[in-house]
């Protein structure tokens, strides 16, 4: 038996090792995966202790579809180094092709964590949420992926997709628990508004204003109902009503406006409109849509008229112009959920109780902002609070959010659905539409749209 001197056997060693990671990255390179597996499972054998090794076997046994050896390999990296990336990941993503969502959760979530800029780990993650059920999770991943890569269809298509299963599961909570619920019945009454279905519009909100307890804005939504129907005492009576129980209520202002436009005072309610787009613009902007419903040609051409005239006189922004031109009167409403408020509001001690009175004073956005930046602390009337003021504003994403919270508190859970359902159906409309953007060939996303556009007019 010959013997080598020490350093000669540790040279021809490291040069054998170093061999066969050569040899592994070339087979890697031409997608010979399964020779790269021969060739670092010899490199493990010859250093066992690196974990990075024993990640790029297991990525080698991921690629050729040997699932229980990857899935020991990657155990064994992440033994060694729990915070490596590579393994986690492809650990997570094995567990979901075998569909053990649970078991994939924490590897994808170390994954994240270890680079946060990656947007595999989200898209696993959200896979597995939705295995398991979870998919208020489901959507929260999506989201975060969407903000890693916002130029991906696919990403958007699915947390459409996502909120309309929350929508959908909300929906049969609400009838299955809360039948008698008020805010099941609000549920109903607007959804029959918004697909302009007159008739059962307004018996749903005659039954719900019959009710002992309805939620705030209900006497202005039947209003709208009836200034469509062109029963204008009535809308008339229901926007008053609706102003002596919550006088900064905008959406019985917006109301009014439309009103006074179809008694034939357009330059009232030019006035009208400008004043609430001084105290919350992103409310006017996500409410036009409804002003705009059913207007005659000759009212909407007094209107363009009235806002031009005080357009050109530097009264009003040119936004609010073209909010009520023919070409954006019947805007299919998909707008982004990032709505501009007003002056920024300091946090104070007080800040709750501030709330309160922007709420008060019509000042969603601004409410909107403050409670949203103290989200963590929030309490149940707070976040009641923030559900109604940036559903109102049109910020989504933290009606969504609040609302999430209350479905979770037995004590507030129809609110919340109601809530929850309602701002999860913008917010499918306008990720799907973005995937449209992004994808306008997509058979799938023009189904979708279609659906969901039928489904409010």
């Known amino acids: 038996m010959l013997c080598l001197p020490p350093g000669m056997a540790f040279s021809q060693a490291r040069d054998t090792f170093e061999s066969l990671l050569v040899s592994a990255q070339q087979a890697q390179a031409r997608s010979d995966f399964q020779s790269a597996a021969g060739y670092y499972n010899q490199a493990v054998a010859l250093h066992p202790e690196i974990a990075e090794l024993r990640a790029n076997l297991g990525l080698m046994y991921y690629q050729t579809g040997r699932d229980e050896k990857a899935i020991e390999t990657f155990r064994e990296a992440i033994r060694l180094k729990p915070t490596l990336f590579v ?14 969502f649970k078991d994939a959760v924490p590897y994808l979530k170390q994954a ?18 939705a295995g398991t059920g979870n998919t208020r999770l489901a959507i929260g991943s999506y989201l975060r992926a969407s903000k890693i890569d916002p130029a991906k269809a696919d990403t958007w298509y699915h947390l459409g997709v996502s909120y309309l299963e929350q929508l959908e599961s909300d929906a049969r909570i609400l009838f299955t628990r809360h039948r008698n619920s008020a805010y099941l019945q609000a549920l109903i009454a607007d959804t029959f508004s918004e697909q302009r279905a007159l008739i059962q519009s307004d018996q749903s909100y005659k039954e719900l204003l019959a009710m002992p307890k309805f939620p705030a804005g209900t006497h202005a939504s039947y209003g709208f109902v009836l200034s469509t129907h062109h029963d204008l005492a009535g809308a008339e009576r229901e926007f008053n009503a609706e102003l002596a129980t919550d006088p900064g209520s905008l959406m019985a202002k917006l109301g009014l406006a439309r009103l006074h436009l179809e008694q034939g005072a357009s330059g009232q309610s030019a006035k009208e409109i400008e004043d609430i787009f001084k105290t919350d613009a992103g ?7 409804r002003f705009n419903a059913a207007l005659t040609p000759q009212n909407r051409s007094e209107l363009q008229r009235a806002l031009e005239e005080r357009r050109a006189a530097g009264e009003i922004s040119e936004e609010i112009a073209a909010l009520f031109r023919n070409d954006a009167g019947d805007n299919s409403g998909l707008r982004r959920s990032s709505p501009e408020t007003g002056t920024p509001v300091q946090l104070t001690n007080l800040a709750f109780s501030k709330a309160a009175g922007l709420y008060a004073d019509g000042r969603y956005g601004d409410c909107t902002a403050l409670l949203a930046s103290r989200f963590s602390l929030l309490q149940t009337k ?41 701002s999860a159906e913008q917010l499918a409309t306008e990720a799907l539409a973005r995937a449209s ?16 556009y039928r489904q409010r007019k």
């Open 112 to 129: 994240a964590v270890s680079n946060p800029a990656d947007i595999q780990p989200q898209l696993g993650l959200a896979q597995a949420y």
């Open 87 to 100: 393994p986690n990941l492809f650990l997570g993503l094995d567990y979901l092709k075998l569909k053990h």
């Open 437 to 452: 953007e992004l994808d306008s060939n997509s058979p799938k996303l023009h189904v979708l749209l279609g659906d969901t």
């Open 283 to 289: 409310f006017l902007r996500f409410n036009a849509l």
């Open 382 to 422: 707070d976040l009641q609070l923030l559900a109604g003021c940036a559903y109102s504003t049109g910020d989504y994403q933290n009606a969504f959010a609040a609302a999430t919270k209350l479905a979770a508190n037995p004590a507030t859970e129809p609110e919340g659905l109601y809530w929850e359902t309602k």
